[in-house]
């Protein structure tokens, strides 16, 4: 049974950092893509970055030079590293298979909340 533990949101000011985790268990983590997703509140669901198995990556525009994806095959893990944050990178963040794959069930999410 696939698993998916979000991990590192937060309170932050904009302007500033945080790093989200994604630990996955139940899959051959390194032959999948994954992604990050986030959803704000009245809002769906939307791609923020993805990577391959081979470690090509893409980025949803409003994050590009702001957000880098990355993974560990060893720790079955996928990060995601914010800069430069905005209030309208406030939402709870999500990982799961890239657009290529099936969705797993989906995990509790992170919060990351970008406020003054």
């Known amino acids: 049974q696939v698993q998916l533990v979000e991990s590192g949101g937060g309170l932050v000011q904009p302007g500033g950092s945080l790093r989200l985790s994604c630990a996955a268990s139940?899959?051959?983590?390194?032959?999948?893509?994954m992604a990050w997703y986030r959803q704000a509140p009245g809002k769906q669901r939307e791609l923020v970055a993805a990577?391959?198995?081979?470690?090509?990556?893409n980025y949803a525009d409003s994050v590009k030079g702001r957000f880098t994806i990355s993974r560990d095959n060893a720790k079955n893990t996928v990060y995601l590293q914010m800069s430069s944050l905005k209030p309208e990178d406030t939402a709870v963040y999500y990982c799961?298979?890239?657009?290529?794959?099936?969705?797993?069930?989906w995990g509790q999410g992170t919060q990351v909340t970008v406020s003054s």
């Open positions: 139940g899959i051959i983590f390194r032959l999948y893509g």
């Open positions: 799961n298979a890239d657009s290529t794959w099936k969705p797993w069930p």
């Open positions: 990577i391959t198995s081979g470690r090509s990556t």
